[in-house]
């Protein structure tokens, strides 16, 4: 009776093998792997190249790393890859950990406070070198094993409280204020700015600050506007994680909307309330709910201003204020090889300007 044949995967050459094969030790494989040529005469060297390629031998680089000490590992902690914003990030920690040798570890939480403790966990236990954490809510003491004192830490968009770590982002502060002045000088009275829940972030909480600050200032002033209106801000919390909540908020700004169109501006039209929204996610469930209530020509009663400047903005005409994504990722993973590298400074503020890309939705 024939055996049935055998289905297993060929064994990999080992270090052991490779050694038997070019009739020498495993040290002075581990020599030629690490690059140490100069203690290898000529002729070695050579059998070792030959064995490796007859054997097809591929090292094991995290075992090789771990034993030295180091495995060219980063983590990255998204809280939310369904974000273009993230995507556009990613894309820069990409090339830049090409450029310098790393090789990235991405861990998406979800928007779960529980995911981003567990993920940093994790990543302890894999040993990396450093890790990026773009947060939801992580508090410092989830943070402790890394940063100050543990595994190098660059932060991205958010600071979190306690924590003394590199941080690279937008300049939000700046970037709100553009935005607010923006609609302030196209004549708008009426401005809403719109935002996830902020107690937590502190891009959120810094962005709706300014815009408070920009219309408290504005209103101080005592400028009226030409169709005799003076100058008022609102803050909506949208908590896209709540629809009944959601459908609250939206059904708020619905009444501020018609309320506003039955006034007229200064031409006799009906006037628009201006809308400015934190950040992308916030621009489409705004942008899909108006269009789903008022139209097509939905923009002919309301504004709209996004911060974050995604595809679809540009195919509906939507003013958004751009960030430098991509220099953001490549700057992130630029600080962190530096501190994994041993650089030594006190902690740095990478605070990047923001563009405005003006469109038809803040035409006058």
Not at 101 to 108: D, V
Request: hydrophobic letters at 45%; glycine letters at 8%.
């Amino acid at each position: 009776m024939s055996s049935a044949p055998s289905h297993t995967a060929p064994r990999r050459a080992t270090i052991t093998d490779v050694a038997r094969e070019a009739g020498t030790g495993k040290t002075s494989i581990s020599r030629y792997l690490n690059g140490e040529m100069s203690v290898l005469s000529p002729e070695l060297r050579a059998r070792i190249e030959a064995a490796i390629e007859r054997l097809d031998y591929q090292p094991n680089q995290m075992a090789r790393g771990l034993k030295r000490g180091r495995n060219r590992l980063i983590g990255m902690l998204l809280a939310d890859l369904t974000n273009p914003y993230s995507v556009e990030v990613l894309q820069g920690v990409e090339a830049a950990c090409h450029a310098l040798g790393l090789m990235p570890l991405i861990c998406h939480a979800a928007n779960e406070v529980e995911m981003e403790r567990r993920y940093l966990q994790l990543l302890t236990t894999y040993r990396v070198e450093g890790v990026i954490v773009n947060a939801l809510g992580v508090r410092e003491e989830t943070l402790r094993p890394v940063g100050s004192g543990g595994i190098p830490t660059v932060l991205v968009d958010r600071s979190v409280d306690g924590l003394v770590a590199d941080i690279v982002g937008l300049d939000n502060r700046a970037a709100a204020e553009l935005g607010t002045r923006h609609l302030l000088a196209r004549g708008f009275c009426d401005i809403w700015f719109v935002v996830q829940p902020f107690e937590q972030v502190s891009s959120r909480r810094l962005r709706e600050a300014a815009f408070r600050d920009v219309m408290s200032a504005e209103g101080a002033e005592g400028a009226a506007h030409a169709h005799g209106h003076r100058a008022r801000g609102r803050t909506l919390a949208l908590n896209l994680a709540d629809p009944s909540q959601t459908e609250h908020s939206l059904a708020e700004l619905d009444r501020a909307i018609d309320a506003a169109n039955s006034r007229p501006d200064a031409v006799g039209n009906a006037a628009r309330l201006a809308v400015f929204a934190a950040n992308a996610p916030v621009a489409l469930r705004l942008a899909l709910h108006l269009k789903a209530r008022y139209g097509a020509d939905w923009q002919a009663r309301v504004a709209l201003l996004s911060i974050d400047d995604p595809e679809w903005a540009e195919l509906t005409g939507i003013t958004a204020i751009r960030q430098p994504t991509y220099e953001i990722g490549y700057r992130a993973v630029e600080f962190l090889h530096e501190r994994i590298e041993g650089v030594q400074t006190t902690a740095r503020d990478c605070l990047l300007p923001g563009e405005l890309i003006v469109r038809a939705s803040t035409s006058g």
